[in-house]
């Protein structure tokens, strides 16, 4: 194949080579096409919902607890039963489906492996197809890994189970396009990692399992509710053979969590605190609520009250309809140095201890190295129960909208601001290179920390936000110490590393997507462009 083929409805911009020939197959082509043509045109009716709720909000609305679902919310009711291999979720680790990490991955000491093609994968084309191809090998048993240094990397007997979180609904596949427009990039990899690993799946005694990311609204996980039946039914399977965790991620979703949980019932096991993108949501859905801009994001933890609640709800709204309630992500990593290890293993058990004690069935790690830690808190808080459904929360008070938007107390600093800087331009430069997770001043950023940092700049621009010096936040201090950053990014990395990068493009995408009017709702949208 040259430059484009067709089958049927689908047109693919990229040669078939390798990875292509094996995964892109007819009758994969056949199943992707059948997908994108019953569901495409409703995720573009779900995205323009998305706008007109966000247009509300910008007039001055607050999210809410929806009057009409009410009936759900009271009503008692059960999620479908949980497989067997699932029950036990203690502690997860996530990254992208590099050939690597995934062995890595799957070889630590966790009971899950969430493989990434959202947030910490930056989807360029090979990428994607290469990464699709190593979960295949995963799943089959064959995936091997040798280094240029000639080590060898092979699963153990008995790996961590698989799960696939695929690419948020916002998001597109540029490289295949229906009717003239790129399809949704979602539908392409469970499409493909679905069509793939199905049968090997069942056949060993797990599942399809995935992860589905950014979710706004109960509508949303109706849509992937009909995409999950519709191919169970195309397979000859059994309903609620796919299986999903839905990470509650966004503002809106906090106030839907029984609503979501209801209508994907027949498929749902579980919901997951997405801190770092809720943070982010919480400021790209209040931006223009001048009395909410959030601080430094290092006072933003756990801690405050509106995350503390959103954590406390998420557990007593699962438990109650007998789905887990997962606990968030760990952006520390390990370090060389022994006193800031140490430092660091003591923050991730202070965060996993937190979490167990609230009542989580499980959390979250970036990196091996923290696997043990995360572990051994969890251990000690189960014992020899599989996880903490029996934990109801029934004896809190009723968390209403107020608290969970409540304003957060902090301050707002040049080292705060600066520190966003260089978190956003070294994580854009790293993302339009085709790294999609990053560590950058000892902590695993991906593209939700990343928005954190840009967002909040934004938004102190916006409010004219004054720092603890006294200084204004203007777009013009803002240009001022990225260009100062960035020279200061150059002498640090050097000439030669510095000209090699891209750190000029990630900088002038930086200062356009921070000083624009209107915020960008994502900043992978404009960089998707930058990438081929």
Not at 91 to 97: D, L, N, R, S
Not at 338 to 349: C, G
Request: hydrophobic share 40%; glycine share 6%.
């Amino acid at each position: 194949m040259t430059d484009s083929v067709i089958s049927h409805t689908l047109t693919f911009s990229q040669p078939f080579n390798h990875a292509e020939q094996q995964l892109l197959t007819a009758e994969a082509i056949l199943f992707l096409d059948a997908l994108v043509t019953r569901f495409a045109s409703q995720r573009d009716a779900l995205l323009t919902a998305r706008q007109l709720r966000q247009q509300q909000y910008d007039q001055g609305y607050l999210p809410d607890f929806d009057m009409e679902t009410a009936s759900i919310r009271a009503s008692k009711w059960a999620i479908r039963s949980i497989p067997e291999d699932l029950k036990d979720r203690r502690v997860e680790i996530t990254g992208p489906p590099d050939r690597k990490m995934v062995i890595n991955a799957l070889n630590a000491n966790v009971k899950v492996f969430m493989a990434d093609f959202e947030d910490s994968l930056s989807p360029e084309w090979n990428k994607l197809m290469e990464g699709q191809l190593t979960l295949r090998e995963a799943v089959q048993g064959t995936l091997s890994y040798t280094s240029d240094a000639g080590k060898i990397y092979q699963l153990r007997a008995d790996p961590a189970v698989l799960m696939c979180r695929v690419r948020g609904l916002h998001l597109s596949e540029k490289h295949v396009s229906w009717q003239g427009n790129p399809i949704p990039a979602g539908l392409f990899d469970f499409a493909l990692y679905f069509f793939h690993n199905v049968h090997p799946l069942l056949a060993k005694g797990s599942g399809p399992y995935f992860y589905l990311p950014k979710t706004e609204s109960w509508q949303e996980v109706a849509w992937w509710r009909e995409i999950f039946s519709f191919s169970e039914d195309r397979f000859d399977l059994p309903r609620g053979t796919i299986k999903a965790t839905v990470l509650i991620e966004t503002l809106p979703a906090v106030f839907q969590m029984d609503e979501i949980l209801w209508n994907l019932r027949d498929h749902i096991v579980g919901l997951n605190c997405g801190r770092w993108d809720y943070i982010f949501s919480y400021i790209k859905t209040l931006k223009q609520h001048a009395d909410r801009v959030l601080p430094d994001r290092q006072s933003v933890t756990m801690s405050q009250p509106f995350l503390d609640a959103y954590s406390r709800l998420l557990i007593k709204t699962c438990h109650r309809r007998g789905a887990f309630a997962m606990g968030g992500m760990s952006a520390l990593i390990p370090s060389k140095d022994p006193a800031r290890n140490a430092w660091v293993l003591q923050r991730v058990t202070e965060d996993k201890q937190r979490e167990a004690n609230n009542g989580h069935d499980g959390t979250w790690i970036a990196h091996p190295g923290l696997a043990n830690t995360a572990m051994a808190v969890f251990d000690a808080v189960l014992g020899n129960r599989l996880n903490q459904l029996s934990v109801t929360r029934e004896e809190d008070a009723p968390i209403d909208a107020t608290t969970l938007l409540a304003p957060c107390s902090g301050e707002r600093t040049e080292a705060g601001m600066r520190a966003n800087i260089r978190v956003a331009l070294q994580y854009l430069e790293a993302w339009i290179s085709g790294n999609g997770c990053v560590p950058i001043d000892g902590l695993m950023e991906d593209a939700a920390t990343a928005e954190i940092a840009r967002t909040s700049i934004w938004q102190w621009i916006r409010h004219q936000q004054t720092l603890s010096s006294g200084q204004q936040v203007t777009a013009e201090l803002f240009l001022r110490w990225l260009n100062e950053e960035l020279h200061l990014l150059q002498q640090s990395l050097g000439e030669t590393r510095f000209s090699a990068g891209r750190y000029g493009e990630a900088a002038q995408l930086m200062a356009q997507i921070t000083t624009e009017r209107e915020l960008v709702s994502f900043l992978t949208l404009p960089g998707y462009r930058l990438i081929p």
